[in-house]
């Protein structure tokens, strides 16, 4: 199993070296939901929000966040995103807000962080917008479903959660 490569030989956090390393196609595909009473679902669905668009903010967020991971993130790279997607649905068993980003860059380095930042913030601004009347809500869920690019090669997450 490789070791942590954040840290150099003497245990000091670094920034990793990505500077040898191939430019490759590379996607990440993570997911997410916020789950909440029926009556927050109710409004988030029905549009009129006093805040205004749930969603529509949420996504903007989302995309918003995943463009700055490397702000947020100490050691990340910033990259230059080609793709960022953010896909919100609402269920009602959970009632719940489930969000699925896809991320994807040609470059020396992954882009697994910028996935998982985006879900995370939108779910974050779902929360913001709905406190008022829901602070109950629980973020769950959040994980990396799949990666593909790089010298590591493709992964994913099988069904069980399971990494495969």
Known sequence: MPGLTHFNAAGHAHMVDVGGKDSTHRVAVAEGRIVMSPDTLVLIRGGGYRKGDVLGIARVAGIMAGKK??????????????????????????????????????????VEMEALTAVQVALLTVYDMCKAVDRGMVMEGIRL??????????WHLDPAGLQV
Do not use: F, N
């Not at 947020?72 to 719940?96: K, S, W």
């Not at 479903?145 to 493709?154: C, E, F, T, V």
């Open 69 to 110: 991971t490397a702000e947020l993130i100490p050691l990340c790279h910033p990259l230059a995103l080609t793709r960022l997607e953010v896909e919100l649905d609402t269920t009602d068993q959970p009632p719940a807000v489930h969000c699925r980003v896809t991320a994807e860059t040609r470059g020396p380095t992954g």
């Open 145 to 154: 479903l799949h990666k593909a690019g790089g010298r590591s090669g493709d």
